[in-house]
């Protein structure tokens, strides 16, 4: 009644289909010597000794050989969370392949399929974002500032930095990644808390970190690569784009709140709340012999739209 019904390969994985021929081999080997009288000496008793021995062994090399997929280097590289080389790592122990593919809606050639994911992720971003701010500093202006008006605080600047900056990330556009940060002078911390707090004063920002590198990543790994609509973007933004929006988070984040009905996408929540509280209910309903109604919306198509329009 509570626990499922699953086969006994399904807690073994490292089992193959040349695993249960020569399992079968040895029950036929076995039933073959308990007809004969179990015999201790003889043909029939070699060969359920041997058919059981192949077994046995075939068994216990690929128990051997996929725990040694896994070694140390694992652990080694994920404890000072260099996670370049630990996944670098992972596929090759694992010897996953990245999906390629040399066309995309009909169009070839690095170029050209670059130029079609620019229009196509163009035309799901559309105008909803926006134009970029113009400078309000007109040409030439001396513009004076001091940062005694305390916006910003050198803490919380330096604590954006020690626990928001992620090690091991892409840069963006100006090459520029999170350990140029960290590992820089203390003296950078002053300086990067006179910028915010003069960009929060002035309301501006700087158009350039609003340029970042779109890269498409796959959706659907078993569907065809070669589709526009099997991929999604994630943007690459400057780690100076990163750093400002954590700071900023940390200092109105307890004014910025969401519906109750969203889980997704919020911190110490996740969709498996919702799905738990739906399965109760549909279960609830229908142990009373109530009729359940459920639609359920596909928005995997519109998934990159969605996620602008709730930026």
């Given at each position: 009644?509570?626990?499922?019904?699953?086969?006994?390969?399904?807690?073994?994985?490292?089992?193959?289909?040349?695993?249960?021929?020569?399992?079968?081999?040895?029950?036929?080997?076995?039933?073959?010597?308990?007809?004969?009288?179990?015999?201790?000496?003889?043909?029939?008793?070699?060969?359920?000794?041997?058919?059981?021995?192949?077994?046995?062994?075939?068994?216990?090399?690929?128990?051997?050989?996929?725990?040694?997929?896994?070694?140390?280097?694992?652990?080694?590289?994920?404890?000072?969370?260099?996670?370049?080389?630990?996944?670098?790592?992972?596929?090759?122990?694992?010897n996953s392949k990245s999906l390629l593919t040399s066309h995309v809606e009909g169009t070839t050639g690095d170029g050209p399929i670059a130029n079609k994911f620019a229009e196509y992720f163009e035309a799901c971003a559309g105008d909803v974002t926006g134009k970029l701010s113009q400078n309000v500093f007109g040409?030439?202006?001396?513009?004076?500032?001091?940062?005694?008006?305390?916006?910003?605080?050198?803490?919380?600047?330096?604590?954006?930095?020690?626990?928001?900056?992620?090690?091991?990330?892409?840069?963006?556009?100006?090459?520029?990644?999170?350990?140029?940060?960290?590992?820089?002078?203390?003296?950078?911390?002053?300086?990067?808390?006179?910028?915010?707090?003069?960009?929060?004063?002035?309301?501006?920002?700087?158009?350039?970190?609003?340029?970042?590198?779109?890269?498409?990543?796959?959706?659907?790994?078993?569907?065809?690569?070669?589709?526009?609509?099997?991929?999604?973007?994630?943007?690459?933004?400057?780690?100076?784009?990163?750093?400002?929006?954590?700071?900023?988070?940390?200092?109105?984040?307890?004014?910025?709140?969401?519906?109750?009905?969203?889980?997704?996408?919020?911190?110490?929540?996740?969709?498996?709340?919702?799905?738990?509280?739906?399965?109760?209910?549909?279960?609830?309903?229908?142990?009373?012999?109530?009729?359940?109604?459920?639609?359920?919306?596909?928005?995997?198509?519109?998934?990159?739209?969605?996620?602008?329009?709730?930026?």
């Amino acid at each position: 009644m509570c626990i499922p019904c699953i086969p006994k390969s399904a807690l073994r994985h490292y089992w193959s289909e040349a695993l249960d021929e020569l399992k079968q081999n040895s029950c036929v080997a076995y039933d073959v010597w308990h007809t004969a009288g179990k015999p201790r000496s003889g043909d029939v008793y070699n060969m359920k000794k041997d058919a059981h021995y192949k077994y046995k062994l075939a068994v216990r090399d690929a128990a051997v050989a996929f725990d040694s997929q896994f070694s140390d280097d694992l652990l080694d590289h994920y404890l000072p969370k260099d996670m370049n080389s630990f996944w670098k790592s992972w596929r090759c122990k694992r010897n996953s392949k990245s999906l390629l593919t040399s066309h995309v809606e009909g169009t070839t050639g690095d170029g050209p399929i670059a130029n079609k994911f620019a229009e196509y992720f163009e035309a799901c971003a559309g105008d909803v974002t926006g134009k970029l701010s113009q400078n309000v500093f007109g040409e030439g202006e001396n513009v004076q500032y001091s940062c005694s008006s305390g916006f910003l605080s050198v803490d919380a600047v330096d604590d954006a930095i020690r626990l928001c900056m992620k090690l091991g990330k892409a840069p963006g556009v100006d090459n520029v990644t999170a350990e140029h940060i960290i590992y820089a002078h203390p003296a950078i911390v002053i300086h990067l808390t006179k910028l915010f707090s003069a960009m929060i004063a002035h309301g501006y920002v700087p158009n350039n970190f609003g340029t970042s590198i779109i890269v498409p990543l796959v959706k659907d790994r078993c569907g065809d690569v070669s589709k526009l609509a099997n991929y999604r973007a994630i943007s690459l933004s400057p780690v100076f784009a990163k750093l400002f929006e954590a700071c900023l988070s940390g200092k109105f984040g307890v004014y910025l709140q969401s519906r109750d009905l969203q889980f997704g996408f919020k911190k110490h929540s996740s969709c498996s709340s919702a799905v738990y509280v739906a399965q109760q209910v549909i279960q609830y309903c229908a142990k009373r012999g109530s009729t359940v109604y459920l639609a359920a919306l596909d928005a995997s198509k519109a998934f990159d739209r969605l996620i602008i329009l709730s930026l």
